[in-house]
């Protein structure tokens, strides 16, 4: 069973950096591809960045030079680095994890079914 947490949302001003930590409970985390998205009040969900079960990352064009994803999988943790955040940067960060075994055969990533609760993440001077 997955079951994900995120953590290390916060209050910050622009400019300021956080790292987003969601750990994931799977037997197996190394075989799940992983993504971070996010939902600002009013707005859709969007990704903000995903990673294959291979290590191969993909970003949003709007994460692109700011943020980074990575992931530990003896921790069977990914993260999210934010570096240079804006108050647009502003919104709940959710934590995703796509366990088909054809996304790690293929090494790709594609929106799961499973959820963590999220964290907020607050972008304010």
């Known amino acids: 069973q997955v079951q994900l947490v995120e953590s290390g949302g916060g209050l910050v001003q622009p400019g300021d950096s956080l790292r987003l930590s969601c750990v994931d409970s799977?037997?197996?985390?190394?075989?799940?591809?992983m993504g971070w998205y996010r939902q600002a009040p009013g707005k859709q969900r969007e990704l903000v960045a995903s990673?294959?079960?291979?290590?191969?990352?993909n970003y949003a064009d709007f994460a692109k030079g700011r943020f980074t994803i990575s992931r530990d999988n003896a921790k069977k943790t990914v993260y999210l680095q934010m570096n240079s955040l804006k108050p647009e940067d502003t919104a709940v960060y959710y934590c995703?994890?796509?366990?088909?075994?054809?996304?790690?055969?293929?090494?790709?990533?594609?929106?799961?079914?499973?959820w963590g609760p999220g964290t907020q993440v607050t972008v304010s001077s």
């Open positions: 995703n994890a796509d366990t088909d075994l054809d996304s790690y055969y293929s090494d790709t990533y594609k929106q799961g079914n499973h």
């Open positions: 990673i294959t079960a291979g290590g191969s990352t």
């Open positions: 799977s037997r197996v985390f190394s075989i799940n591809a």
